[in-house]
């Protein structure tokens, strides 16, 4: 094909908006025939090259941006497969930028699926580059951050094209711009966990969530995607019933095939079952080979061994692990409470007789369970008696206090005062338009 037949095929795709014959005219993957083709054609026809960005001119010149995205994807074409990977960012975030000054037009909605793939080749080359540069010792920002180029121009350029969906208010058409909210929106929250930028995430859900979206036009994989990262960021904020919820659908939802996927959701799905007392199977830590992470937390958490939890929390390899996933703080903050509790139930069940009248627990009993649990002796009646205070506060224990004698006295119920423990988590700050948003596309 001639760059005349070419930009002739691309140019009516643009007038008739055939979102089709656009894909098949786009091709950005070097090894495809058709790329090759067409970087042999610009390479070899001198004549036709000198005449282009007239032609250009002529066939895209009318409509804002088309021009230069035209011209940008010549350059990427002509370019990508002998530069490096540096380079062929650079190619590709130009052609990006002016692919999103077109979707930004009124009518841009039906350049949603070729917006989508070159968003996600855009993010991947990022992400690839992110990783693979080195760090140099200036590239530091003034707060001590590592400064992320690639990922950080690629989150700017992708928020650009989120705008854009946000700003669309056009009602019930087909295509809408709102058809890529899903991804794009997941293109940013990979891009600002890279960043360690989370709050940012909770922006962009908040706004996907009040856009009035239709998740039925939403992907399997984007809706399960969604709900993973929604899920990272309630446990982040420490809404761990919230957090469980969405963990657990992205968890179910997502295909076995998708192995590293469906762990990721069940590493962080653990973590908010854990704080709710509850834990997966064996079978289940086995098949995704998170046994030996969670396996010692289990048991301590079960028995109520706190000396075994710290230790298992800190040895150096499962607290590296914990760290680079973004849970250990988290662990180390809310397990500590339950590790108490079920200490001091442990102790009642094993020291109670049906003789007494009301559920009570000797507190001697509790403090030298406390010392033995810790392997700490440093622990005095005080310090069992603030513990136990807390406890209940809190809702972990039902019963009160009598400091005379140094007694726990429990609620004279089957649960003796210890009721489950995800029942007692507080629902903090539910967000009833989060929770209508996804009932109302159920």
Known sequence: MSLNDFLQTLSNAVGEKNSNTLEKCIILDPSEPSFQQLSKTLFLDRKGKNKLNGT???EFGR????????TTYFEY????ASSPDQRKWELLQNLYSNLTTCFSHIDGAWLCTIVKRVSKLYVKLSLQLDTSTPTLEDSFDGNGFIQ????????????????????DRQQNINPSKKDAIFCIANLLCLLYFRL????????????VISSGADISRATMAELVTFRYYLGRCHLYQRKIHQAKDHLLFSFLQCPDECYHQKRLSLIYLTTCLLILGKSPTKGLLEK???????????????SGDIKSFRLSLEDNSRRKWF?????YLTLLDRCEIILWRNLFRKVFLFTFEQSQKTPHVSGSYLLTAARLSTNDNSYDMDDVECICVSLID???????????SSTLVLKKDPSFGFSVIESLMPIARNDHAEKEFFHANA
Do not use: M
Not at 63 to 70: A, F, P, S
Not at 196 to 203: A, G, V
Not at 394 to 404: F, P, V
């Open 77 to 80: 074409v002509e370019n990508a």
């Open 63 to 70: 409509i804002r941006g088309w021009k230069e995205l035209v």
């Open 394 to 404: 809190q809702g972990y224990i039902k019963g009160y206090i009598i400091h005379a």
């Open 288 to 302: 995704y080979k998170l046994t030996a992470a969670f396996e010692p937390l289990i048991k301590a958490l079960k």
């Open 323 to 327: 760290i680079k996933r973004g849970i």
């Open 148 to 167: 992320r180029k690639y990922v950080s121009d690629a989150s700017r350029n992708v928020l650009r094209t989120f705008n854009s969906i946000l700003s």
């Open 56 to 58: 250009i001119q002529k």
């Open 196 to 207: 360690k930028q989370i709050r940012l995430c909770q922006t962009i859900q908040a706004n």
